[in-house]
């Protein structure tokens, strides 16, 4: 009789089979990791190490996680790649990034449905000429969330790349434009770091992704100003985007019965 092989506590994020849900949310910030957690019905922080920290909890039944991956492509494929080691299916980011559509409204929350491929990291793993797409059913169900919540939303492309102070409003306004002038013709909405890297590498391991962006500046009107407190009740509707989401995977993937046994 072969022996079952034992997963190992995964070197970079230091969890182990079992400490986490099947739909694992992923911000950049390690602080926005808590503020997703308090979204919970209830939660736990199960590990932190590095950039890497992640609550565990439920949300109406259902176990989910949250793990933050740091800025860029190559932390967030680490995360992503040990996540899945330890029971990971479905994937969501949860970030922000920058418009590039003057017509967008700011801020505005950006369901992301394939992403232009700018990134090094996953030019690492494939060719260039292979697709940065959204799994079909998480937009389905982002999208499914979003109609329920009454949230406004807009699907669209991803622009990800690697170099944030040469192509955001804090870089030099005629060259990051000029820099981005194509995408901006070709219709792509926002500019992030992750979603390129995270959506191949989630469809080449035979998992879900897809992201939400709170959109908190335009870079064809860097003087807008955005009032903090705007840009937080998006972050928080993106959240329970995610987490609404979350809830339908579960019922998508097991007729909703794969939730957490509620202690006597």
Same mark, same amino acid.
């Not at 390690?30 to 949300?59: L, P, W």
């Not at 260039?128 to 969330?145: G, N």
């Not at 009107?221 to 959240?239: F, G, T, W």
């Given at each position: 009789?072969?022996?079952?092989?034992?997963?190992?506590?995964?070197?970079?994020?230091? !969890? $182990? &089979? #079992? /400490?986490?849900?099947?739909?694992? !949310? $992923? &911000? #950049? /910030?390690?602080?926005?990791?808590?503020?997703?957690?308090?979204?919970?019905?209830?939660?736990?922080?199960?590990?932190?190490?590095?950039?890497?920290?992640?609550?565990?909890?439920?949300?109406?039944?259902?176990?989910?996680?949250?793990?933050?991956?740091?800025?860029?492509?190559?932390?967030?494929?680490?995360?992503?790649?040990?996540?899945?080691?330890?029971?990971?299916?479905?994937?969501?980011?949860?970030?922000?990034g920058g418009g590039l559509q003057s017509w967008l409204p700011v801020p505005a929350t950006i369901i992301g449905t394939a992403a232009v491929r700018g990134d090094g990291t996953s030019r690492e793993y494939f060719p260039?000429?292979?697709?940065?797409?959204?799994?079909?059913?998480?937009?389905?169900?982002?999208?499914?969330?979003a109609q329920e919540m009454g949230a406004d939303v807009f699907p669209g492309y991803i622009r990800g790349h690697d170099a944030f102070y040469a192509e955001s409003i804090f870089a030099d306004k005629v060259d990051y434009?000029?820099?981005?002038?194509?995408?901006?013709?070709?219709?792509?909405?926002?500019?992030?770091?992750?979603?390129?890297?995270?959506?191949?590498?989630?469809?080449?391991?035979?998992?879900?992704?897809?992201?939400?962006?709170?959109?908190?500046?335009?870079?064809?009107?860097?003087?807008?100003?955005?009032?903090?407190?705007?840009?937080?009740?998006?972050?928080?509707?993106?959240?329970?985007?995610?987490?609404?989401?979350?809830?339908?995977?579960?019922?998508?993937?097991?007729?909703?019965?794969?939730?957490?046994?509620?202690?006597?």
């Open positions: 009789m072969m022996e079952e092989k034992t997963v190992a506590r995964q070197h970079h994020i230091d !969890l $182990l &089979p #079992g /400490d986490i849900g099947e739909t694992v !949310l $992923l &911000p #950049g /910030d390690v602080s926005r990791a808590e503020v997703i957690a308090s979204h919970f019905d209830n939660a736990e922080k199960i590990a932190h190490k590095r950039q890497y920290v992640t609550y565990t909890g439920s949300y109406k039944g259902v176990k989910v996680s949250v793990t933050s991956t740091g800025i860029g492509g190559p932390a967030l494929a680490i995360a992503v790649e040990e996540l899945i080691r330890v029971g990971a299916k479905n994937f969501i980011r949860v970030g922000t260039l000429e292979y697709p940065a797409a959204a799994d079909f059913y998480m937009v389905e169900v982002l999208m499914k969330a434009l000029s820099r981005g002038r194509e995408w901006i013709d070709a219709g792509v909405l926002i500019v992030s770091n992750e979603s390129s890297t995270l959506f191949p590498l989630a469809m080449v391991r035979g998992c879900r992704a897809g992201t939400i962006l709170t959109l908190v500046d335009c870079h064809q009107r860097p003087e807008l100003v955005v009032d903090q407190e705007a840009i937080n009740e998006k972050i928080s509707i993106s959240i329970d985007l995610a987490l609404e989401a979350a809830v339908k995977l579960n019922t998508l993937d097991h007729g909703g019965t794969k939730r957490i046994k509620e202690k006597k």
